[in-house]
Nanobody, 126 residues
């Protein structure tokens, strides 16, 4: 099992960029699909992006496709979310999640993820 710690959140103006990081402990990081989810005030948590064991497989929610990029560095046990062209509606707490997987794949289904980080706040001002 892995332990996840997110960082990189903050306050940014609309149109700006942020890069979130998620550091994972554990020696089997490469066996985990990694995902980013977010929860805005008063709303349910929703899928943002996911990446398989390698960068071969990635997936995005339609609202972030073309603006956000998920990546991972297996040597550093870290997954990243580069967020560009941020909008006020991107304001939320962003969570990193890990899903142990026997296959290199992605998933947008929250219930399939085993481990979650504590979240990092992203606020986009208009």
């Amino acid at each position: 099992q892995v332990h996840l710690v997110e960082s990189g959140g903050g306050l940014v103006q609309a149109g700006g960029s942020l890069r979130l990081s998620c550091a994972a402990s554990g020696r089997t990081f490469i066996s985990y699909t990694m995902g980013w989810f977010r929860q805005a005030p008063g709303k349910e948590r929703e899928f943002v992006a996911a990446i398989g064991w390698t960068a071969k497989y990635t997936s995005y929610d339609d609202s972030t496709k073309g603006r956000f990029t998920i990546s991972r560095d297996n040597a550093e046990n870290t997954v990243y979310l580069q967020m560009n062209s941020l909008k006020p509606e991107d304001t939320a707490v962003y969570y990193c999640a890990a899903r142990y997987s026997r296959y290199d794949s992605t998933s947008a289904v929250q219930d399939e993820y085993d481990t979650w980080g504590q979240g990092t706040q992203v606020t986009v001002s208009s």
